[in-house]
């Protein structure tokens, strides 16, 4: 019974240049979190979906940072023309339902690195 | 918006108890999480509290009061595996959205 799995564990990427990070919840989860953790904070919330939904987007920047979770494949978290401030590590997180004592399940994590 | 506190850093001897306190300031509150983080690894779940009290659980025990918006995690014969960061976290309004602290990094010694 694996976990979320989230990949890649490290990415490097040039400042300009695009990263894409994925995750795929745990077996029969539809609900699905992106934080992001950058050194010395604590984990930030950045987007909530479901299977084809974003449901809350609040924490994402308003440029460049999207993210989908459609009905085949993976969640996506993409960043547009990356700039040396996006580096962090970005958790994927999934649960099985929407209720408030639902614990959520992380992944380990995809670190990004922007040169 | 939410607020939510507690220690940077902390140290305790092996086989010792260390309590972790966190306070928050939320509005909606539906609960409060605490999560344990090994560097570079993920959070896993330690435990969840939502009515005033403590939920204990093996060597971990957690304590909520809603009314003082405080919370504790209480670990008993700290073992050195337990040197992690521990975060703190609130579920407020509606679904299971988590706004998490800065995390304690707890330092266990010999």
């Known amino acids: 019974n694996a976990g979320v799995m989230q990949n890649p564990r490290h990415l490097v990427r040039r400042r300009g240049q695009e990263a894409r990070l994925r995750c795929s919840p745990m077996?029969?989860?539809?609900?699905v979190y992106w934080y992001r953790q950058l050194p010395e904070e604590g984990l930030k919330f950045m987007v909530y979906?479901?299977?084809?939904?974003?449901?809350?987007e609040s924490g994402m920047p308003k440029e460049r940072f999207s993210a989908e979770f459609p009905k085949e494949g993976p969640s996506i978290l993409r960043i547009q023309q990356v700039v040396r401030g996006d580096s962090a590590a970005y958790f994927c997180?999934?649960?099985?339902?929407?209720?408030?004592?639902?614990?959520?399940?992380f992944g380990s994590g995809t670190q990004l690195s922007v040169l | 918006g939410q607020n939510i506190d507690q220690p940077t850093e902390m140290t305790a001897t092996e086989g010792a108890i260390v309590q972790i306190n966190c306070t928050y300031q939320?509005?909606?509150?539906?609960?409060l999480f605490w999560y344990q983080q090994h560097a570079g690894e993920a959070p896993t779940f330690l435990s969840y509290?939502?009515?005033?009290g403590l939920e204990e659980k093996g060597r971990f025990s957690s304590f909520l009061s809603r009314s003082k918006g405080y919370s504790y995690l209480l670990l008993k014969e700290l073992q050195m595996k337990d040197s992690a960061s521990y975060l703190c976290?609130?579920?407020?309004?509606?679904?299971?959205?988590?706004?998490f602290g800065t995390g304690t990094q707890l330092k266990v010694e010999l």
């Open positions: 509290n939502v009515l005033d």
């Open positions: 979906l479901q299977k084809e939904n974003i449901i809350d």
């Open positions: 997180a999934s649960a099985i339902d929407r209720v408030t004592n639902e614990k959520l399940f």
């Open positions: 976290a609130v579920s407020a309004g509606g679904g299971n959205k988590l706004t």
């Open positions: 939320t509005s909606g509150f539906n609960g």
């Open positions: 077996k029969g989860h539809s609900h």
